[in-house]
C-alpha cells in the first residue's frame, strides 16, 4: 500500500517537473494538478452523500415533470452531462442507475461489468485495472452509498441498452 502512494506522488512530481520546464503558466500547472488529484474523489464524495443526492434527485424529477411543456425548448441534454459529468464523474449511458448502486455509477467499471466487482478486487476495495491511480472499485464504492442511503436491499442493476448512450436519463423518467 505504501509502494502504491509513493508511486502515486512520483507520478505527479515527475508531471510537475515536465510541465514546468517546458515554461507552461502556473494556472495549467494547477489545473492539472486538480485534475489528477480530484479524478476519483468525485466518486467518493458522491457516496459519502448519497442519501441526500437521492432524495434531491428524487424531488428535482418531480419539478422537471411540472415543466414538462417548456422541456423541449430548454437544453436539457447538455446540462445534465455537465452537472452529471461533475457530480458522478457520469458517462451518460442513458440508462442512469445512480440510485440502484449507490450514486457510484457502474460505467465507471475499467472492465464494464454492471452487477458487482470482478474477482480482483484488492483489499480496501481498490481496483485491481486501475492499480496504480489508487481508484476503488465502484461496486465497493455503491455497497457504501447503498449503505449511507439506508438502502438494504441487493438487486440487480438492469442491463445497458446501448442504443440510448448519449441520451438524456432525466428526459427519460418524465
Known amino acids: 500500500m505504501y509502494l502504491l502512494k509513493l508511486n502515486q ?23 492539472i494538478n486538480m485534475y489528477i488529484m480530484s479524478k476519483y474523489w468525485r466518486r467518493e464524495w458522491s457516496v459519502k452523500y448519497a442519501k441526500g443526492l437521492h432524495i434531491f434527485y428524487n424531488r428535482f424529477i418531480r419539478v422537471l ?65 486501475e492499480e496504480f491511480a489508487n481508484m476503488k472499485c465502484v461496486f465497493y464504492l455503491g455497497e457504501i452509498g447503498r449503505k449511507n442511503m439506508g438502502d438494504t436491499k441487493n438487486e440487480l442493476i438492469p442491463p445497458l441498452n446501448h442504443s440510448l448512450k448519449g441520451s438524456s436519463s432525466w428526459l427519460k423518467e418524465i
Do not use: A, W
Open 65 to 129: 415533470r411540472r415543466f414538462k411543456p417548456l422541456l423541449p425548448y430548454l437544453p436539457i441534454t447538455p446540462i445534465e452531462r455537465f452537472v452529471k459529468g461533475i457530480m458522478f464523474d457520469c458517462t451518460m449511458c442513458g440508462n442512469c442507475r445512480l440510485g440502484v448502486n449507490g450514486m457510484s455509477c457502474p460505467q465507471n467499471c475499467p472492465k464494464n461489468l454492471s452487477n458487482g466487482p470482478c474477482g480482483g478486487v484488492r483489499e480496501g476495495g481498490y481496483c485491481e485495472v
Open 9 to 31: 506522488q512520483l507520478s505527479y512530481l515527475f508531471i510537475m517537473f515536465i510541465l514546468y520546464h517546458k515554461q507552461i503558466p502556473l494556472s495549467t500547472l494547477f489545473f
